[in-house]
């Protein structure tokens, strides 16, 4: 997966997009960083592990972040509604332009 090009699609898709902000692009970015340093595409994670990377402190803001981001296809976000068990995030290839 070329985590580069993954990137400059997001960013070009973001610019025209009304409904990304700062924190879209906080989130996105950190999952960026750990599917890199995984070299894998589908994470699971906590949410404390991603919003330390991404700087957000309010988890309502990261939960709504994140879904907006799986609703407008820039990544699919299956939320695990347990504290215990990771939440999985999928970065994908060949997203909506």
Same mark, same amino acid.
């Given at each position: 997966?070329?985590?580069? @090009? ?16 700062? @924190? ?35 988890? @309502?803001?990261?939960? @709504? ?33």
């Amino acid at each position: 997966m070329d985590y580069s @090009k993954i990137l400059i699609r997001f960013f070009l898709r973001a610019h025209y997009d009304p409904k990304i902000t700062t @924190k879209h692009i906080s989130i996105f970015s950190a999952i960026l960083q750990l599917a890199t340093d995984k070299q894998t595409s589908t994470l699971h994670v906590y949410s404390y592990e991603l919003m330390e990377i991404a700087k957000v402190s309010c988890r @309502k803001t990261y939960c @709504k972040a994140l879904t907006d981001l799986s609703r407008s296809g820039y990544l699919h976000y299956q939320p695990s509604f347990n504290h215990n068990r990771r939440s999985s995030i999928t970065l994908l290839e060949s997203a909506n332009n």
